[in-house]
């Protein structure tokens, strides 16, 4: 039975990697995703998880800390926002083809110039062809519902590929709302003992990753990537109606609201999702047939599924923060 509590994005994130105890956390992140990690060092350094927390001088060296950390056989978690996000590009690409089940929170904002530290979905958006997983959360109960799903789902043996979760940096991360936190031992039952398919530490299994490969052998190591990119489309949705089974919280590629009968339709992602069922609610009294559909997977993206539930609609607005 969950138990009610006031939290903001960061918070929530941090409070499900505290019940899911990573081996480690490698932490560099920026503005707003700062706290996430902060909120993380203070549990281990209260002794209410024994992670490992490793300290790197900057984005692309905290993402190659998650990569050794992964391929050691840890769980991993880390943080990121904006350039920082960005300056991992050339490692995402690495993390995702070695099949590196690594968690990352990301609290989504904005790139200069100019400068500005809120929301915007460019950060993630820059990176959404380097074969992470991408899901998105409208509120703090969703970033903490996601950040557990996400485990299970990039641990599962037909996925293991790396995870993005996103709040909305500031509208999200730091704004407090009510959410219900589950019992740790809940979780951990749900999201099940780590289990890693290699590590590099094992001296009686001795192997090789991320050496040379000419073009045949390539195509092996992508075709497989691509495999358990397909597999993650089956296991999003099966992990997220397993979710609600447990927990009472349902989840898909994406949340429907007053579509069924809808002439006009909204697409959005994120904490602007709640403002729009708002606009929604006055256009309704006012006698406009919209509706909502706030995508929360975006990669693996739901193209047929998409097409299916907006197949009747007459026109469609798609609200996208990553001008």
């Known amino acids: 039975m969950g138990v ?14 505290k019940q899911l105890n990573p081996d480690v956390v490698v932490a560099h992140p920026i503005t707003p995703a700062t706290p996430m990690v902060e909120k993380i060092a203070t549990f281990v350094a209260n002794g209410q998880i024994d992670a490992e927390i490793v300290n790197m001088e900057s984005g692309y060296s905290a993402i190659s800390g998650c990569i050794g950390a992964s391929a050691a056989g840890g769980r991993v978690f880390t943080a990121f926002s ?19 089940p690594i968690v990352a929170g990301i609290a989504n904002r904005a790139l200069s110039a100019p400068e500005n530290v809120f ?10 062809n380097t074969g992470w997983i991408q899901i998105f959360s409208e509120n703090p109960q969703e970033a903490y519902d996601n950040l557990i799903q996400a485990y299970k789902i990039a641990e599962h043996p037909g996925v293991r590929t790396p995870v993005m979760v996103g ?6 991360s730091h704004s407090l709302e009510n959410l219900y936190i589950e019992e740790t031992e ?3 039952q749900f999201v099940g003992k780590f289990s890693t398919a290699f590590s590099l530490l094992d ?8 050496s040379y490969t000419s ?7 992508k075709f497989h990537q691509q495999q358990g990119m397909e597999e993650a489309r089956k296991v999003i ?14 989840y898909g590629f994406f949340e429907t609201y007053k579509l069924e009968d809808a002439d006009y339709a909204i697409v959005i992602m994120g904490s602007a999702a709640g403002t729009a069922k708002e606009a929604v609610d006055q256009l309704r009294v006012q006698g406009e047939k919209v509706g909502i559909l706030k995508l929360r997977v975006f990669r693996p993206f739901p193209y047929q599924e998409l097409k299916e539930a907006l197949s009747d609609i007459t026109s469609i607005a798609v609200l996208d923060r990553s001008f």
């Open 4 to 17: 009610m509590k006031v939290m903001d994005g960061n918070s929530a994130i941090a409070e499900a990697v």
């Open 82 to 100: 904006s350039q920082g996000l960005v300056s991992t590009h050339e490692l995402l690409y690495i993390a995702s083809s070695l099949r590196l």
């Open 215 to 221: 073009s045949d052998y390539y195509f092996e190591h």
């Open 237 to 250: 949705k099966e992990v997220g109606r397993k979710f609600g089974d447990q927990f009472g919280r349902y």
């Open 186 to 188: 809940a979780v951990d």
């Open 167 to 172: 709040i909305d940096g500031f509208a999200t």
């Open 203 to 210: 001296s009686r299994k001795p192997i090789t990753i991320g």
């Open 119 to 128: 929301v915007d979905h460019s950060d993630t958006m820059a990176e959404r």
